[in-house]
């Protein structure tokens, strides 16, 4: 602030009638830009301050910038938690990106490679959020009340809320794009992938390592669709298409996800949100 | 409040808590140890964060093997864990409000107060919307710490709460635990033990080798300290002091100079003992 020298002074009136907010536009211009040079006006300005209501005016603009955010808790802990990005980033990269790719490179041939990969995204999803490392803040989580089930499944939903549409999304864009892809390809995969993450999440919730877990649910994984490359010889889309999408693996499929869900909240006394060692 | 009977945590081929028994009421309670003594395992199992293998736990009366008692527990608990790690992208107001909305809060005016409170009580009230990841290690410990105060908890289980703290920030801790409900908190650092706690447990290879009060610990040795000149070989350990003398710690000989022991002194002695 400048303490030049002024020939005027702002009367008591005007000033009040500024700090209520009742000048007109200019005049307030003007007191304002005449306190800028003026120290003698600006003491003055102090003294008919009403120092409870601008005490009050000061708590009133820190409550609006220290209002908790509306976002919700799981939302921003998973922005928060690098390793909860990354899991839901490979789930993305694993059912979107590299399925895109290989069916723009390979076309049918690609588009096996979704089949093969979709399952296994949510499997890593879980196992890369359920590791021990997973979150910092973990330890603190687990004294919490939430800590259990209800923060397991909230994790997994999220992961899987960010996951799901994408895959989708990017099946049906294919589909578009390259035109002859069975819609029910978009969405046979997701029953395996859900019983395999769910075995992955009811065991690594448990003793169990789930990296280990997701590792052995892979490689089954891997056994079922070499049985198909064994018996079709071959690897064409619709063969695959009509092996995974057909009653018998979606029938299994969906009796392991539910059963392993179903014992995950039967022992939900017992389930910590990861485990503790 | 802490009420623990025959206690038992395996881990492998390690009994980290091997038959702990201990009773405590409200105050600031110290368990005092070294490395691999078992206090942290002691102190997971008081905050309900792992169950034991076998013996009886109760905490705030109530049994944290029973799920809706555990809930119960720990909505009543503040816990503070040995590596209390953080979110980095947070800042320490929205680590403390995240904490509370674990701990089932979901006024958000009173989440905004309570939030302040305890930012203020460990003195972060002028870094409380910078990210952590930008604080130090000292104010990083204190978050941890005000994280654990949400609530007014009845309970605090505090593993090494003083780590990272400056002299002046020790000072105002002790302060802060005085005025808590009962405080269980492990520490390496005896003045603490002798600045905060009413009551003292001393392990040793996962057991409790000494309960009592600190006055109690320092008097273990009484008669047993001495102080000459010179070493004595025949000491159980001999150190060198700041005044130039030598302290010394055993069985005192004909015509030294017996001094008052220290918590220190009565602690070494235990320790001494543990590994003869």
């Known amino acids: 602030m400048s303490t030049h020298h002024t020939t005027w002074h702002a009367d008591d009136g005007d000033l009040g009638d500024y700090l209520a907010g009742r000048t007109t536009t200019v005049l307030a211009a003007s007191i304002e830009s005449h306190l800028v040079s003026c120290a003698a006006c600006r003491a003055r300005l102090g003294t008919l301050t009403d120092v409870v209501e601008r005490d009050q005016a000061w708590d009133r603009l820190a409550d609006a910038i220290d209002r908790p955010s509306r976002a919700p808790w799981i939302v921003r802990s998973a922005i928060a938690t690098p390793v909860m990005v990354q899991a839901a980033v490979v789930a993305v990269l694993l059912v979107g990106l590299v399925p895109l790719l290989a069916a723009t490179a390979w076309g049918d041939r690609g588009l096996v490679t ?65 035109g002859d892809v069975p819609v029910r390809l978009a969405f046979a995969w997701c029953l395996p992938g859900l019983a395999l993450a769910a075995l992955v999440l009811l065991a690594g919730t448990t003793r169990l390592d789930p990296t280990y877990v997701a590792v052995a649910a892979s490689t089954g994984w891997a056994f079922l669709i070499g049985a198909i490359v064994v018996a079709e010889r071959s690897v064409r889309l619709d063969l695959f298409t009509d092996a995974v999408a057909g009653p018998a693996v979606q029938g299994v499929a969906l009796a392991v996800a539910a059963a392993a869900v179903t014992i995950t909240v039967v022992r939900r006394d017992a389930v910590a949100y990861r485990r503790t060692t | 409040m802490i009420e623990a009977t025959d206690l038992t945590k395996t881990f492998g081929r390690t009994r980290a808590v091997d038959e702990v028994t201990l009773s405590t009421g409200p105050g600031v309670i110290g368990l005092l140890g070294p490395n691999g003594a078992g206090k942290t395992t002691l102190l997971r199992m008081a905050a309900t964060v792992l169950a034991p293998d076998s013996g009886e736990l109760r905490l705030l009366g109530l049994d944290p093997t029973r799920a809706p008692e555990r809930v119960e527990i720990r909505r009543r608990l503040g816990y503070l864990p040995q590596s209390p790690g953080l979110y980095p992208g947070f800042t320490p107001y929205d680590m403390v409000d995240y904490v509370a909305v674990l701990k089932e809060h979901t006024d958000r005016a009173w989440r905004q107060q309570e939030a302040r409170r305890v930012l203020e009580a460990v003195e972060l009230s002028d870094v409380m919307h910078k990210k952590i990841r930008s604080l130090s290690g000292g104010m990083k410990q204190r978050v941890a710490l005000a994280c654990a105060m949400v609530g007014d908890p009845d309970l605090l289980v505090l593993d090494e709460p003083a780590n990272g703290l400056d002299p002046d920030q020790r000072l105002r801790l002790r302060s802060l635990l005085s005025t808590s409900a009962t405080v269980l908190m492990s520490t390496h650092n005896i003045s603490e033990v002798s600045a905060l706690c009413q009551r003292v447990y001393v392990m040793f290879d996962g057991r409790i080798t000494f309960t009592g009060s600190p006055a109690d610990l320092a008097g273990l040795a009484v008669g047993r300290v001495w102080e000459d000149e010179r070493q004595d070989p025949d000491a159980i350990r001999s150190w060198l002091t700041s005044t130039g003398t030598y302290r010394h710690l055993g069985h005192p000989p004909n015509g030294a100079q017996v001094v008052d022991p220290t918590l220190d002194d009565g602690y070494l002695l235990l320790a001494r003992k543990e590994h003869t």
Do not use: F, N, Q
């Open chain 1, 114 to 178: 979704l089949l093969v990969l979709a399952p296994l995204a949510p499997v890593a999803a879980v196992a890369l959020a359920y590791r021990d490392t997973s979150d910092p803040s973990g330890e603190m989580g687990l004294a919490a009340p939430v800590a259990g089930l209800r923060l397991v499944a909230l994790r997994a939903l999220l992961v899987a809320a960010v996951a799901l549409p994408i895959a989708v999304g990017v099946l049906l864009g294919v589909d578009r794009w390259i």
